[in-house]
């Protein structure tokens, strides 16, 4: 029998705070991402001339102030080969200039010494250019990058440096020389570029327009460098959207479902840019219900964020989040399939580990993680589960490693950690009781549904009317050939669009006119 073909779908829901990501495989909810439309959110690979604060030579390390209420933090190692060729390049820029002239004749070398002092190169007070490595998570700042790289679906773009790399999983000889030569060919002086395992087979003309677009990118930061005499952000990565398509986009995907139609031509313009066979796969979603209700994300939130989760069979994990590590206890429940406990113990574990490796995606949990299995008292079961969570976890983009179980029956898993972990709180006062635990009788609903249905109607000449209700309210009120809804139509002579939201807790309700607006 064939293995189940992978599909995976990306769900954009843009909204007016935010615009929350959802990456589906096989219809279950994989990894979720939410970017702020509002403000700056200092996010990994945003490029910023920012001033040094304080240097802290004990640490071999700075402070660097990019904008952000908290500062920012940069150790010598991480200035770069070629520090010195964009240091020049800052101080030198000049709206007077010829910037192109200034960058293409800056030298590139001596590389940085590796046992070099910071205190030799940065001052307090000195602009610098720097890239988001790490987000702030918790008191601490975001961790900076002197080393400047502009990434591509097939193209990594390094300014200042002379080397052209190339992936090692690219395995033919002759492919490798050829996007060598190809890229060497395109690319102007003082540049470097790695080329990604995607750019194998790929036409000279896609190569060339993401070079060209990533080369665009970063020269158009260069009136910012040369006008600027304090913090500014020269230029950010892509949207969420086009950085998750970046990563991931492969044959596998199938859709990309955008709800916005300025989100939309941007990602069909990327996709084209990167991917041209597969521009097709972008659609634009124009249906009357929420986005995420319509593809069940905003069930599988619900499900997924909260401290305990179920799984199969009636076993759970209770997952927990502090400052130092992430602690997940896995739980039989009420399992109890076979008499064999060993047996019973090995089968719940494997559930556990297929949901814990989703759970780390989803909710990009980082640090330390400890896993508490149920015990099992043979070794051969434990060396498979050791060998199933490597396996789950390989699917896994970020950085991470997986220790076998210890004796205890714990297992160790440490994981990248460039942003904080998401959190979601899955619970919620009640509308009705307001959280004591009390709420009107469910006899009398419908009653208070009509006086409010009157009033509009009667009172203020409403005719046409919205009204919003959770799913089980919505059954009640509309169920049978002379349901509630049917009279109310009749009786008011009025137009009632139903609409049930999964959001909606049980005797929520709403009225809204035509536009969508709550109506007083």
Not at 81 to 86: C, E, K, L, S, V
Not at 113 to 123: A, F, S, T, V
Not at 314 to 325: D, N, Q, S
Not at 445 to 455: G, K, S, V
């Amino acid at each position: 029998m064939d293995e189940q073909k992978v599909v995976k779908d990306l769900v954009v829901d843009v909204g007016p705070a935010e615009v929350r990501i959802a990456l589906m495989q096989n219809s279950r909810l994989i990894e979720l991402s939410r970017e702020s439309s509002a403000g700056h959110n200092f996010s990994v690979g945003d490029v910023f001339l920012g001033r040094v604060k304080k240097l802290l030579p004990s640490l071999n390390a700075a402070f660097v102030d990019i904008g952000d209420s908290k500062e920012a933090f940069i150790h010598y190692l991480d200035l770069g080969f070629h520090f010195t060729a964009f240091d020049t390049f800052v101080r030198e820029s000049n709206p007077n200039k010829d910037m192109r002239s200034l960058y293409s004749n800056i030298k590139i070398g001596p590389i940085l010494e590796k046992e070099g002092r910071i205190e030799d190169y940065l001052k307090q007070g000195q602009m610098i250019i720097a890239q988001i490595v790490k987000e702030p998570i918790s008191t601490k700042g975001s961790r900076l990058t002197a080393e400047i790289s502009l990434a591509g679906r097939n193209i990594v773009l390094l300014p200042f440096a002379d080397k052209v790399s190339i992936s090692q999983k690219i395995s033919s000889r002759e492919e490798k020389r050829r996007l060598e030569t190809l890229v060497k060919s395109i690319l102007p002086k003082n540049y470097g570029a790695i080329i990604r395992t995607a750019a194998e087979g790929k036409n000279a003309s896609v190569l060339v327009a993401e070079l060209t677009s990533l080369i665009e990118k970063w020269e158009s930061s260069w009136k910012k460098i040369a006008r600027s005499k304090g913090v500014d952000l020269l230029f950010t990565e892509y949207s969420k959207t086009t950085t998750i398509l970046r990563d991931l986009l492969n044959d596998s995907f199938s859709n990309v479902y955008v709800n916005d139609e300025k989100i939309f031509e941007e990602t069909r313009k990327y996709i084209s840019l990167i991917s041209p066979e597969q521009e097709k796969i972008v659609k634009l979603y124009e249906g009357k219900e929420p986005i995420f209700d319509h593809f069940e994300v905003t069930r599988q939130i619900k499900g997924s964020f909260g401290k305990v989760v179920s799984m199969k069979q009636g076993a759970y994990l209770v997952i927990e989040t502090t400052e130092a590590l992430n602690v997940i206890d896995v739980n039989s429940g009420i399992r109890a399939k076979v008499n064999d406990q060993e047996e019973n113990a090995f089968e719940v574990n494997k559930l556990a580990a297929e949901e814990i490796a989703r759970q780390l995606r989803l909710r990009d949990m980082g640090g330390i993680v400890i896993v508490d299995f149920i015990d099992m008292e043979t070794q051969e079961h434990r060396n498979e589960l050791y060998k199933l969570m490597c396996d789950l976890m390989s699917e896994d983009r970020a950085k991470h490693n997986v220790l076998p179980l210890t004796k205890f029956g714990l297992m160790q898993i440490t994981r990248h950690r460039i942003r904080p972990v998401t959190e979601i709180n899955t619970t919620e006062q009640c509308p009705l009781c307001h959280g004591t635990g009390k709420i009107v009788s469910t006899v009398v609903i419908d009653e208070q549904i009509e006086r409010q249905l009157a009033y509009y109607v009667q009172e203020k000449g409403v005719r046409e009317l919205i009204l919003q209700t959770g799913p089980i309210l919505g059954a009640y009120i509309s169920r049978g050939w002379n349901s509630y809804l049917r009279k109310w139509k009749r009786k008011y002579k009025c137009r009632i669009v139903h609409r049930e939201l999964t959001e909606h807790s049980i005797l929520q309700y709403e009225f809204l006119n035509l536009k969508g607006e709550a109506l007083d």
